[in-house]
């Protein structure tokens, strides 16, 4: 089994489609993409090895992408999402636009609101930081003003709803 995982902002322009169309959905991918898919599966089973099936489906992906590519604008949203103090408003203001017609990109491009999006890009910063918590080289506390969280609950409260663990059990996980 193969995967990969685009930045955010791209999915829309590989499907030719609204991601947020997919979003929760369990299909094939032939169901999904057609012909195209099939022909994939069938040139990945001639390749010798990961590192040429990858370089297959890197190149099979790229050239799924529409002709004006990912949308620029969402690409720098999102860049600038899940840091502390990034606001959706503040940054639709930024790239001079509605926060409403942001959202409506991200949903497009991403699947979901950027504000979900910033939720997700700030959970992962916090399981970079997970080796640090179980070594006991930072605490959770620290963690979650760093990462900009209202206080350790906030924290603990996205943590269980992204990954169904507490931070605490997330890192005990992610050190052993």
Known sequence: MLGLRLRPGVAGAVL???????????????????????ELGERLGETNGD????????????????????????????RRLGFPGSRVDELADALGISERQLRRRFHDSVGYGPKTLARVLRFRRLVAQT???????????????????????????????????SPARLAALWSS
């Open 16 to 38: 030719g489609m609204p991601a947020s169309e997919v979003l929760d959905v369990h299909t094939r991918l032939e169901d999904l993409l057609g012909h195209w898919a099939s």
């Open 51 to 78: 590192e040429e099936a990858f370089a297959l489906i890197e190149k099979a992906v790229g050239s799924r992408v529409e002709d004006g590519g990912p949308d620029p604008l969402v690409l720098a949203a999102s």
């Open 131 to 165: 080796g640090a918590v179980a070594a006991g080289e930072s605490d959770l506390a620290r963690v979650a003003a760093d990462l900009g969280y209202a206080d350790q609950a906030h924290m603990t409260r996205d943590c269980i709803r992204l990954s169904g663990l």
